[in-house]
């Protein structure tokens, strides 16, 4: 049975995937949602796809990546147009095992995805956001998505739709590695990703007084305090959480005011989503200069106590 | 004892990328080269584990001519070994990346640990070490940032979402590893000299065995693009400081940020 088969490797997204599988099968063929052991299922139960596949190891605490030489064996026998996962850290794994096995492509955290006919193409994110790919393969291949970036679905299931036929199957599993134990991660309490505004202090941002002008302003505006790289990890300035960019945290609020912030890619990847970016720069040709919507040729030093007698005259006042 | 195996990427350094304003197009030709930054940390790993089991390091490349200017820093970075398998001017994607080096490891007798990063500094695909574990018949553990090997068996935290995932793995393995898994420190002058004078072997893919189908590349890059952020780009470059301040808080109101 061919058509477009997503397998659920994490108990999320579900419907998601089998929303853009829906939107991407050839005529007549089916969605196919394949359940790693039973996590998943309810979802798939729910979802518009046209049928489930549980492959069933008798484990339900067993790891969704122990599954891979079944699905692989399942996938090969039906030849499947495409197989979808979502980006995640199993995602990733159990995909490139499969493509493997298939001895298909593979496109990793896509951004989107079409088809013509048997021709496919997908764009994912390079050179940690410095640029976009565009790939092209003809025939079957192995997708995983990337979170975010589309607008939610249809209601599921459609109204009038038959709930999919539901499928076991008694798999064995590969227990070559082994589960020790799963620990809940510490994560700190600063939600960047969360906040609506963002004032990001930079290497320009020369002196701790002007370090302490920068919170006060982030205090008076009601943003978040965040930094670039080398502010966290060379200055020791501020945590390491509280840094922008490719290993560090991403923000996407109303506003991003960088201080001081050159702009190399390595940290714009981190703030590019915010709606309205502000720059201020002594140097006119700062990378971050030329991405903001207000660039600011001026001195830090010299703008942020203008800036705060204006926002927050007590706090001058105070000093 | 048992030989450790590191796989690693030639790839253009990114802050060296430059995006032609006009056109978007992204200038990969005109940056350095050097070793992917991940795979920098997992020699670096590679190399407590290989002294660990006592055998051999050997680093593995795949990649065209450019690559075999890789093996001089991964032999300053530890590797006992640095191996090029050299590909020409074939189109290569993850299948024919792993398909390459799994030939290549096959070469080598005893094999216990092989260890990859988790995805190169440019297209960081999440790909080739499970691609590459697939191939060999070996189990993966992925995502890895912290790892031990003992009597035979590793022992792996990886992050898998907001949980830590503790597991062991009888060896031989492959294991692809982040960033935190340690450091990559920057080889001394000692380092660098007696990189010198260890062996850095070129081997062409036409002697690997592997078929026209293998060295097929599945998806094809089409197009390679800028990343371009439409913003309005207001200047605010004259007038005095007070001025300068006034335009953007009177700017900010406008779009209702303040």
Redesign the interface.
């Known amino acids: 049975m061919s058509g477009i088969y997503v397998v659920v490797a994490d108990e999320d997204g579900v419907s998601a995937l089998t929303d853009r599988a829906e939107g991407l099968r050839s005529e007549g063929s089916a969605v196919q949602v394949v359940c790693l052991g039973r996590r998943g299922l309810e979802a798939a139960r729910s979802s518009n796809a046209d049928g489930v596949v549980v492959l069933d190891a008798g484990d339900d605490d067993l790891r969704a990546e122990a599954y891979v030489p079944a699905l692989t064996a399942l996938l090969v026998d039906r030849g499947p147009e495409l197989v979808l996962l979502d980006a995640t850290v199993s995602g990733w794994e159990i995909a490139a095992g499969v493509a493997s096995g298939l001895g298909v492509g593979l496109v990793g955290d896509a951004t989107s995805l079409s088809r013509e006919g048997e021709s496919w193409r997908a764009a994912r994110i390079v050179f940690a956001g410095a640029a976009v790919e565009t790939l092209a393969w003809d025939g079957p291949g192995v997708v995983t998505v990337a979170p975010g970036g589309q607008s939610a679905g249809p209601v599921h299931p459609e109204e009038g739709r038959a709930a999919p036929a539901v499928e076991e199957r008694v798999v064995d599993a590969d227990h070559r590695v082994r589960t020790v134990a799963r620990t809940t991660r510490v994560v700190d309490t600063v939600d960047l990703a969360g906040a609506a505004r963002v004032v990001c202090v930079g290497m320009g941002v020369a002196t701790l007084a002007d370090l302490d002008n920068a919170r006060r302003l982030a205090s008076a505006i009601g943003a978040e305090l965040a930094c670039t790289r080398p502010v966290a990890e060379d200055r020791e300035w501020l945590p390491a959480t509280r840094y922008l960019g490719i290993s560090g945290a991403t923000v996407h609020g109303d506003l991003y005011l960088g201080l001081g912030v050159s702009g190399q890619v390595q940290h714009t990847v981190g703030m590019r989503e915010s709606r309205v970016v502000v720059g201020i720069d002594t140097n006119a040709d700062a990378p971050l200069l030329a991405q903001s919507d207000l660039a600011v040729v001026a001195d830090v030093n010299e703008l942020l106590p203008i800036l705060l007698a204006a926002l927050d005259p007590a706090s001058v006042g105070a000093r | 004892m048992p030989r450790t195996v590191v796989c690693f990427k030639w790839v253009?350094v990114?802050?060296e990328?430059r995006?032609d304003?006009a056109t978007g197009v992204?200038d990969v030709a005109g940056a350095r080269r050097s070793i992917s930054t991940y795979d920098r940390n997992a020699i670096e790993a590679a190399r407590r584990t290989a002294s660990v089991l006592e055998g051999e390091l050997v680093g593995f490349t795949a990649g065209d001519a450019h690559a075999k200017a890789g093996l001089k820093e991964a032999l300053a970075r530890g590797v006992d070994r640095a191996i090029h398998l050299s590909v020409g001017d074939e189109v290569m994607?993850?299948?024919v990346t792993?398909r390459v080096l799994a030939a290549g490891i096959r070469g080598l007798d005893d094999v216990g640990l092989i260890v990859c990063g988790e995805g190169a500094?440019?297209?960081?695909?999440?790909?080739?070490?499970?691609?590459l574990?697939?191939?060999l018949g070996l189990?993966?553990?992925?995502?890895v940032r912290e790892m031990t090997v003992q009597d035979g068996v590793l022992?792996a935290a990886?992050?898998?979402?907001?949980?830590?995932?503790?597991?062991?793995?009888?060896l031989p393995?492959v294991v692809t590893v982040v960033?935190e898994i340690g450091p990559a420190p920057i080889p001394g002058l000692k380092a660098v000299i007696a990189a010198g004078r260890r062996p850095a072997e070129v081997v062409d893919v036409s002697t690997l065995g592997l078929s026209p189908?293998d060295l097929r590349?599945?998806?094809?890059?089409?197009?390679?693009?800028?990343?371009r952020?439409e913003?309005?780009?207001?200047?605010?470059?004259s007038g005095s400081?007070?001025e300068?301040?006034?335009i953007?808080?009177a700017?900010?109101r406008t779009?209702?940020?303040?």
């Open positions: 253009p990114d802050s990328l995006v304003p992204l994607d993850g299948h792993a500094a440019d297209t960081y695909a999440h790909e080739v070490g499970p691609r574990a697939s191939r189990p993966v553990v992925t995502n022992h990886r992050v898998v979402g907001g949980e830590i995932e503790t597991v062991e793995c009888d393995a960033a189908d590349p599945r998806a094809v890059v089409e197009d390679l693009a800028g990343f952020a913003r309005e780009h207001v200047v605010i470059d400081a007070q300068r301040a006034d953007l808080l700017a900010l779009k209702g940020v303040l």
